[in-house]
């Protein structure tokens, strides 16, 4: 598996491969003082949609290294973000469509007083 791993890092030249750490490197960085200051001004405790908000930080920079270190294919990276999304909306919205609750009716009630 090293064979493979050196002979990908030799098809990138270092300026491509230093491109690519700085973005990543500034995408995760900007990302954690975004979630930190905004975190800080709602003084709230831990909610679960933090973990996901955290997962996205370095989901994105991770997949793109892998795209260009193992030279995914567009399909694949698209794919691979497709469910990633999926999921991450999913997640957000519930466990599945909610369904109004139905409300007891009653009856109707007629304007005119009864004598």
């Given at each position: 598996?090293?064979?493979?791993?050196?002979?990908?890092?030799?098809?990138?030249?270092?300026?491509?491969?230093?491109?690519i750490?700085?973005?990543?490197?500034?995408?995760?960085?900007?990302?954690?003082?975004?979630?930190?200051?905004?975190?800080?001004?709602?003084k709230?405790?831990?909610?679960?949609?933090?973990n996901?908000?955290?997962?996205?930080?370095?989901?994105?920079?991770?997949?793109?290294?892998?795209?260009?270190?193992?030279?995914?294919?567009?399909?694949?990276?698209?794919?691979?973000?497709?469910?990633?999304?999926?999921?991450?909306?999913?997640?957000?919205?519930g466990?599945?469509?909610?369904?109004?609750?139905?409300?007891?009716?009653?009856?109707?009630?007629?304007?005119?007083?009864?004598?």
């Open positions: 598996m090293n064979d493979v791993t050196d002979t990908l890092a030799k098809l990138i030249n270092p300026f491509t491969q230093a491109t750490l700085a973005a990543c490197l500034i995408m995760i960085i900007g990302g954690l003082l975004v979630f930190y200051y905004r975190l800080k001004d709602q709230q405790k831990w909610r679960l949609e933090y996901q908000v955290l997962g996205t930080i370095f989901f994105f920079p991770t997949l793109i290294v892998l795209a260009v270190y193992l030279q995914l294919s567009k399909d694949a990276v698209i794919a691979i973000l497709a469910a990633f999304l999926g999921s991450l909306f999913t997640k957000a919205v466990q599945g469509t909610p369904t109004p609750e139905e409300t007891p009716q009653e009856p109707e009630r007629s304007s005119t007083p009864r004598a």
